[in-house]
DNA sequence: GTCTATATCAGGATAGAC
DNA sequence: GTCTATCCTGATATAGAC
């Protein structure tokens, strides 16, 4: 295994520990157990701990891009509106990765609120994504304004991030969630102009 | 001072620190200076830190509640149309004891996924509001039904929990997260059929 | 680069006086 | 009920060998 490896391993433990115990719970030895290194090593790649949170996080924005727009190559091509409900609906699914990729991500939100050098990051990922649902929403609706289009994608996002929360803390069950969010998509393109 | 007086100070002073430093950040010994007694005595009243939060929850929930229906005796009364948005909109505001409602309630959700004994106040909460929302919905669109109401009452509070994460933690600025709440508001009202 | 061992210290919790 | 003083655990971080 090579260092980049290793690195990159210690950040997937990272995931899976912050989905599992929340930024508050991390513990650097458990992160090191899980990852099957010595907490010297993370402290030697990482530095300290808020250097672990700050690079994991930039790992789950990498991963989630990934996981968004890597489809099988043989697969058909997805039209817009599976595209668009697909982007929003990924973040909702009870698959490992997902699962730790949104519960680390709504950690590191609610973390943000109090440790600023975390919030470009978060602010530059949340611009990404809104800007992503907008442009498929322009797909879809090629005649709607910009404007427009970026207000309903602020509303989609935010909506899904707060079933997100829900689903998350127990609140809510899954499907409901992917239930709210598919009916959310569906009022907004009616907003925006009927099909 | 009245000991239940007492008690109630420390509870107002664990929602200020909480807004201000995050639950993993609530020191207990902050807390203490903060309500100006010592350590020993928030033990004495919480038994432990679990006990603080939980009591917490409880106070934040207890207070949300009043300052939604408190209004001056003299105020007109409020149609229903302004109503809904009030309740909406109360926890978007720049208001000491809204936004350390609206942090804390948000600091405590994101806990509550890795803290299954804040899940039932937690749960319990959202019903409320949820059931509150519905109710007013079902005020001005009464033909909708109830079914609709309360799925769209769902949207609308999970989608003021994602904007007010997002103002909270700097990503949207307030006046954007309210006119986002405001359209959204539209929309649904539009959807259970036009006025 | 990676480990074992350990220093350091913050902060939760309690004892005991008043 | 409330305080002062203190204990002690648990977690971050580093020293130094390999």
Redesign the pocket.
């Known amino acids: 295994m090579t ?1 980049a490896d ?1 690195k990159t391993a210690i950040m997937e433990a990272a995931a899976r520990v912050i989905a599992r115990r929340g930024v508050r719970g ?4 458990e992160l090191a157990a899980e990852a099957g ?5 993370i ?3 990482f530095k ?2 808020a250097g672990i949170l700050r690079r994991t996080l930039e790992f789950i924005n990498d991963r989630a891009a990934h996981y968004t727009t890597d489809r099988a190559p043989d697969a058909a091509p997805l039209d817009p509106r599976e595209e668009l409900e697909q982007t929003l609906l990924l973040e909702l699914q009870d698959v490992d990765v997902v699962r730790e990729n949104s519960a680390a991500w709504g950690e590191l939100r609610a973390t943000a609120m109090f440790e600023p050098e975390l919030r470009d990051a978060l602010a530059e990922a949340t611009r990404v994504w809104v800007r992503e649902v907008a442009a498929l929403l322009g797909d879809l609706r090629p005649t709607a304004a910009a404007a427009a289009l970026t207000v309903a994608a602020e509303r989609l996002t935010a909506l899904v991030e707060g079933v997100s929360m829900r689903w998350l803390s127990g609140t809510l069950p899954l499907e409901r969630a992917r239930e709210l969010t598919r009916d959310a998509i569906e009022a907004e393109l009616e907003r925006l102009g009927g099909p």
């Open positions: 260092v290793r991390l513990r650097v030895e290194v010595s907490t010297a090593l402290y030697y790649h300290d701990r």
